[in-house]
């Protein structure tokens, strides 16, 4: 099956600082989703984003497909981005999410 | 719009009791989704529905899970003789089939086998 690796595994910031998240997949997609998962486990939805750039406030994220990677950008980063940041993909296919084993992140004041 | 629903939030049974989850999908959404998520991993696949048809299991769903979706709308998802190895947050999504396929996530039921 697909192969999902995401980059760092822990990143610790103060608060104001900017960071870029990595996602790489081993194969072929036709679905990307980053998601902020809150320390009560609820996976929140960040981007749907098989391919190209998107941004909402201050977040961003680019998927280069031909390449297999997509990133995530913070900036001005808050404390309440703390959390674990996941990608997950869909191959071309199939139905299922694969995710990665996420990113933690913690903003300190 | 309400979210993906789920009860219990949390469950502690003790090993050998059977235990069944509920998942309330988005409203006229027709794809269900059951994943499973241990301490530190992202979540992991366990099964699929298109309306009431369960369309794709996953190595993960032994002989002592089984999974419904009667009616194709809220679905449910049965451990009999529970493990301690069957400790983890159970999370249901639900996505509507058409060009996107964007999956929502519930809020998760954490399951504590003694």
């Known amino acids: 099956g697909i192969q999902v690796e995401q980059s760092p595994p822990d990143l610790i910031l103060q608060e104001g600082a900017n960071s870029t998240l990595r996602c790489n997949f081993s194969?072929?997609?036709?679905?990307l989703q980053w998601f902020h998962q809150n320390p009560w486990g609820q996976l929140i939805n960040l981007f749907y984003?098989?391919?190209g750039t998107k941004q909402n406030g201050r977040l961003s994220a680019t998927t280069v497909a031909t390449e297999r990677y997509s990133l995530l950008y913070i900036s001005s980063s808050q404390t309440t981005d703390s959390g674990v940041y996941f990608c997950?993909?869909?191959?071309?296919?199939?139905?299922?999410?694969?995710f990665g084993e996420g990113t933690q992140l913690t903003v300190n004041p | 719009d309400t979210g993906v629903s789920q009860d219990p939030r949390h469950k502690i049974t003790k090993r050998g009791q059977n235990v069944t989850f509920r998942c309330d999908p988005i409203?006229?959404?027709?794809?269900l989704y059951w994943y499973r998520q241990t301490l530190g991993q992202g979540p992991e696949f366990l099964t699929y529905?298109?309306?009431?048809?369960?369309?794709?299991k996953s190595r993960l769903l032994s002989d002592r899970f089984s999974a419904e979706r009667p009616k194709g709308s809220f679905s449910t998802l049965e451990i009999q003789r529970t493990e301690q190895g069957d400790s983890a947050m159970y999370l249901c999504?639900?996505?509507?089939?058409?060009?996107?396929?964007?999956?929502?996530f519930g809020p998760g039921t954490r399951l504590t086998v003694l």
């Open positions: 999504a639900s996505s509507l089939l058409r060009e996107t396929d964007t999956q929502y």
């Open positions: 194969d072929s997609v036709n679905n």
């Open positions: 984003i098989p391919s």
């Open positions: 997950a993909v869909r191959e071309t296919s199939g139905s299922r999410l694969t």
């Open positions: 409203s006229e959404h027709n794809r």
């Open positions: 529905f298109q309306n009431e048809a369960q369309l794709e």
